[in-house]
């Protein structure tokens, strides 16, 4: 595997744990964004990211994504259930 784009950083403490920032450049080019469930492997020489999912999407994404036309209508087109008054 060679490094396409490469950034020299620094471990620090963060809580009980350590952590390194990943800058904006190195998150574009792994196509990383925020919310994006990772794995974290130990591997010979290091540790190795890997996406294993679709970012979790926020409340705003979610709704600024929300198109009435598509998503609009009964969530359940059935009859009623129960003693329903209308």
Not at 40 to 69: C, M, N, Y
Not at 71 to 80: I, L
Request: no cysteine; net charge positive; hydrophobic share 50%.
């Amino acid at each position: 595997m060679t490094a396409a784009l490469s950034a020299d950083q620094t471990i620090q403490q963060w809580g009980n744990g350590l952590g390194v920032r990943i800058t904006a450049p190195i998150a574009k080019a792994a196509r990383f964004a925020r919310g994006l469930p990772i794995k974290v492997e130990v591997v010979e020489g290091g540790i190795f990211l890997r996406a294993v999912g679709k970012p979790h999407l926020t409340l705003a994404q979610k709704l600024k994504a929300f198109d009435p036309a598509i998503h609009g209508g009964e969530v359940m087109a059935t009859g009623r259930i129960g003693a329903e008054v209308f």
